[in-house]
């Protein structure tokens, strides 16, 4: 199983990014797929979160209404749209996917990880 993260960039405050979230190795459509982000020094944290058809979408308080996150099972890959970025949006992001195909907030729920992207995000 991969999932391979990408997208991620320097941008100033008030930009956008979309990451991407390609899978492999695993039957996409019964997964749900989840956002996390990792800043030096600070725990990893819970951004967003899809369930497996991709009907059903949580977010953390503090990307709710900035941040979208939506699934293409077609083209095995999850995006998360990113608005209005912040200085403390700034952190590795990674993807994950859970075979329960609910879509978690807890990190240990998570089954399979890519690796991280980096987004920048300048005052």
């Known amino acids: 199983v991969q999932l391979q993260a990408s997208g991620g960039g320097l941008v100033q405050a008030g930009g956008s990014l979309r990451l991407s979230c390609a899978a492999s190795?695993?039957?996409?459509?019964?997964?749900?797929v989840g956002w996390f982000r990792q800043a030096p020094g600070l725990e990893r944290e819970f951004v967003a979160a899809?369930?497996?058809?991709?009907?059903?979408?949580y977010y953390a308080d503090s990307v709710k209404g900035r941040f979208a996150i939506s699934k293409t099972n077609a083209k095995n890959t999850v995006y998360l749209q990113m608005n209005t970025l912040r200085p403390e949006d700034t952190a590795a992001y990674y993807c994950?996917?859970?075979?329960?195909?609910?879509?978690?907030?807890?990190?240990?729920?998570?089954?399979?990880w890519g690796q991280g992207t980096q987004v920048t995000v300048s005052s």
């Open positions: 190795g695993l039957i996409f459509s019964r997964y749900a």
């Open positions: 994950a996917a859970d075979h329960t195909g609910v879509g978690k907030r807890d990190s240990n729920e998570y089954d399979y």
């Open positions: 899809i369930s497996y058809g991709g009907v059903n979408t």
